[in-house]
């Protein structure tokens, strides 16, 4: 039997989403011959579906400090290096417009497909080949090379990088194959879990969440030191919203998250006790029902029947601390499953936060959501994964 050709590359890079795409650009525009592996059927998955299909592809205020690892310097180096403005510039150069929604988030005006076009378009000038619908089975290093066992054949490169992902939406084809790959060239890793997803409770709290499934409120919710002002949204599980995923990168079982469900009203306490001068013949319900959603209003004050002149002071400040200060104990989240991305992934202390490139083992490169580097929700994920593509395409 004839064993099949090595086919020889000097760059490998090993998952077809947003960092990889970047990666696999930018390396051949400096003139190295680049093969990139995708496993599914088509490469940028994750990037069509993002923001309803409008793609928040960065945020104007993507800085170190929006980012979640256990070395919190470790971003800063590629996010300095490759900012929002630069990935709007090769935007430009294609001729897509894009609009700020909120809080920085800009989307594209022509969809997710139009970012995705840009992508391959760049890669396709630059030279490097996007090869699609190929799984890599192993890796092994001899020689100063790479040699990868692949369904299409052996391949052997000088670099190899790891742009595969984490864990969070497997029906979209995510797996641990990052986290193979780094434990087997010995570098450690912080424990993968899910992030930006929401929150489930027991049947205790569902009884007063699962009536209110689709109702939205703004409120601030935090978790230790972490606080967000988004929406909150009841679900038949739970909680969501944007406030709810951005706390839960923070959140660790058995932690009380804290709610605010009225943000616009620094003193709770002191609304409540000048309603019930100014109003005193008002039902609870009426007031809160000018500030948050009907059945939301419904709901909480179902505890506090009557007017508001027959509350004593005392009932008056557990209204203020349902309201304010409304304690919440989440039972679990929605899981990978849910999960926008995955928290954790491979150490950054074993990486190089100039090139990406493992610090023991040469040639070896991890960028985007595999990387102990998790973003705020809001397109700061994205830009991530530009930067650290970018950074580590400037070395391979």
């Known amino acids: 039997m ?12 090993v998952g077809g989403g947003a960092a990889g795409l970047m990666c696999a650009a ?19 998955a994750k990037i069509l579906i993002s923001g309803g299909g409008r793609c928040n592809f960065t945020n104007q205020d993507a800085v170190a400090a929006a980012y979640l690892s256990e070395n919190r310097h470790f971003a ?41 076009e840009v992508l391959l378009a760049e890669c396709r000038h630059a030279g490097a080949e996007v090869r699609s619908g190929v799984a890599v089975k192993g890796v092994t290093f001899e020689g100063g090379r790479y040699l990868l066992a692949t369904s299409a054949g052996p391949m052997s490169a000088e670099a190899l990088v790891i742009a595969s992902g984490g864990l969070s939406i497997p029906k979209m084809g995510a797996t641990g194959f990052a986290y193979d790959v780094a434990r ?15 929150f489930t409770f027991t049947d205790r709290d569902l009884a007063f969440m699962k009536p209110l ?33 951005q706390i839960s990168s923070y959140w660790h079982a058995g932690e009380v998250v804290t709610i605010n469900l009225l943000p616009d009203e620094g003193d709770v306490l002191g609304w ?85 490139e493992a610090k023991a083992q040469p040639g070896l490169y991890f960028i985007g ?9 809001g397109g700061y994920n994205f830009q991530w994964a530009w930067a650290s593509g970018w950074a580590a395409g400037q070395y391979v």
């Open 2 to 13: 004839v064993e099949a050709a090595i086919e020889m590359q000097d760059v490998v890079v």
């Open 26 to 44: 930018t390396a051949a525009a400096r003139g190295r011959k680049v093969l990139l592996l995708e496993h599914n059927k088509r490469p940028g």
């Open 76 to 116: 800063k180096s590629a996010l300095s290096r490759y900012t929002p403005w630069d990935f709007m510039d090769l935007l430009a150069r294609h001729g897509v417009t894009w609009h700020e929604k909120t809080l920085g988030q800009l989307f594209c005006d022509q969809g997710a497909g139009r970012i995705l």
């Open 184 to 198: 087997q060239f010995g570098l450690a890793l912080v424990e993968p879990e899910p992030a930006l997803v929401p």
């Open 213 to 245: 499934a689709g109702v939205a409120a703004d409120s601030v919710v935090a978790c230790g030191k972490a606080s967000f002002r988004e929406a909150l949204l009841f679900t038949h599980r739970g909680l969501s919203g944007p406030a709810i995923l």
């Open 272 to 356: 409540l006790k000048h309603c019930r001068d100014t109003r005193p013949k008002a039902a609870l319900k009426t007031l809160l029902a000018e500030k948050i959603a009907t059945r939301l209003a419904d709901a909480i004050a179902e505890s506090w029947p009557g007017i508001m002149a027959s509350f004593s002071n005392k009932t008056l400040e557990a209204i203020a601390a349902r309201l304010g200060a409304w304690e919440v104990v989440p039972a679990g989240t929605e899981g990978f499953a849910k999960a926008e991305v995955t928290r954790g992934g491979v150490d950054t202390e074993g990486l190089s936060s100039k090139t990406m």
């Open 369 to 377: 959501e595999c990387v102990d580097v998790t973003g705020w929700l």
